[in-house]
């Protein structure tokens, strides 16, 4: 199983990204999904989850407002879609899949590589 994230890239302060991720191998329509990232030099960090069915949505406080997760069950996709990005966002960001939504990373069993995205002030 892999899970192939991307759409990530260089932007501007305020400007938008949409990260996807597309697992192969399988399908994880019963699944909970996510995203985490990490930044240079620090922790990896929750960024945002949906339930399996898309019906339920969690959100770090530092996210809340300006990211949207959504998923396509039809299509096996994860999105997350990015608005008013800010400097501090700037991190690899991480698709992860799971039993459960939790903020706990270790409670995801599948991690997918991770795409970079830099947001210029």
């Known amino acids: 199983v892999q899970l192939q994230a991307y759409g990530g890239g260089l932007v501007q302060a305020g400007g938008s990204l949409r990260l996807s991720c597309a697992p192969s191998?399988?399908?994880?329509?019963?699944?909970?999904m996510g995203w985490f990232r990490q930044a240079p030099g620090k922790e990896r960090d929750f960024v945002a989850a949906?339930?399996?069915?898309?019906?339920?949505?969690y959100y770090a406080d530092s996210v809340k407002g300006r990211f949207t997760i959504s998923r396509d069950n039809a299509k096996n996709t994860l999105y997350l879609q990015m608005n008013n990005l800010k400097p501090e966002d700037t991190a690899v960001y991480y698709c992860?899949?799971?039993?459960?939504?939790?903020?706990?990373?270790?409670?995801?069993?599948?991690w997918g590589q991770g795409t970079q995205v830099t947001v210029s002030s």
């Open positions: 191998g399988r399908t994880f329509s019963s699944y909970a």
């Open positions: 992860v899949v799971g039993r459960s939504t939790t903020t706990v990373q270790t409670q995801y069993d599948y």
């Open positions: 949906i339930s399996w069915s898309g019906g339920s949505t």
